[in-house]
């Protein structure tokens, strides 16, 4: 979770100046509300990939695609609920969940690449010595 977090972080405090310059005090909002819909909904996915990935690395990545559907889906939903309730402007709060959820979405998928290939099996041909399409150098 830390990788999405630290993507997260890092592209709304990088839009943060630019936000407020061409939107103001509504314009943050709109990110605040954008990051508290994005941020929950990503944790609840690496929570559940985390949990599955004691059942190994196929597991985890199944994991990871079938929370990545349901976590659109959340996001969506939310992201219409909040525009319902609290009216921050459309174009601001649907550009910042976009953002955060790509951001985030990449984090994910660098700590979940990460932990697969330190978990994953040493392939029989390695083991062997031989050398395959996947060993280049």
Known sequence: MGWAVLFGTA???AGAYPT????GAAG??????????????MAGSV???????????ARAACAF???GTLRVLVVAAMTAVAWKLMGPPPAVML??????YVAMLAGEAVWLTRALKQTAPASPARASGIR???DAC
């Open 95 to 100: 550009l910042w969940v976009c953002v955060f």
């Open 28 to 41: 943050l909002r709109a990110q605040g509300v954008a990051a508290g819909i994005v941020v929950p909904a």
């Open 65 to 67: 695609v079938l929370a």
């Open 132 to 134: 395959g399409r996947d």
């Open 11 to 13: 592209v709304g405090a």
């Open 47 to 57: 929570m559940v990939t985390v949990r599955c990935m004691a059942g190994g690395p």
């Open 20 to 23: 407020a310059l061409s939107a």
